[in-house]
């Protein structure tokens, strides 16, 4: 399995961005799928995730600012940041908990990141 994200980018104070990961290889279904991210210094975060089912969980930082949804059908997340400020500047690792058939194991899947840097 292979989580593809893209959509990162440089963006003044303010502005907005949106992320997007493209899971692919053998999915049978996708429980949950997130974003973290990781800034130079600091620990792996939780930014936001969504279960299969469209139940939503955000860091309490971003509420109001950042809304993640999904399309099942494609396996993709995508993540709408808005009014973005220079804390958000950080690495952003796509996530995904992936079963590989019914009733498999659940698996734990990271994409390879994308920069986000936002002046100010």
């Known amino acids: 399995v292979q989580l593809q994200a893209s959509g990162g980018g440089l963006v003044q104070a303010g502005g907005s961005l949106r992320l997007s990961c493209a899971a692919s290889g053998s999915i049978f279904s996708i429980n949950v799928m997130g974003w973290y991210r990781q800034a130079p210094g600091s620990q792996r975060e939780l930014v936001a995730s969504i279960t299969s089912g469209g139940s939503t969980n955000y860091a309490d930082s971003v509420k109001g600012r950042f809304t993640i949804s999904r399309e099942n059908a494609k396996n993709t997340v995508l993540l709408q940041m808005s009014s973005l400020n220079p804390e958000d500047t950080a690495a952003y690792y796509c996530?995904?908990?992936?079963?590989?058939?019914?009733?498999?194991?659940?698996?734990?899947?990271w994409g390879q990141g994308t920069q986000v840097t936002v002046s100010s």
């Open positions: 996530n995904a908990l992936v079963v590989k058939r019914l009733r498999g194991t659940e698996y734990n899947y």
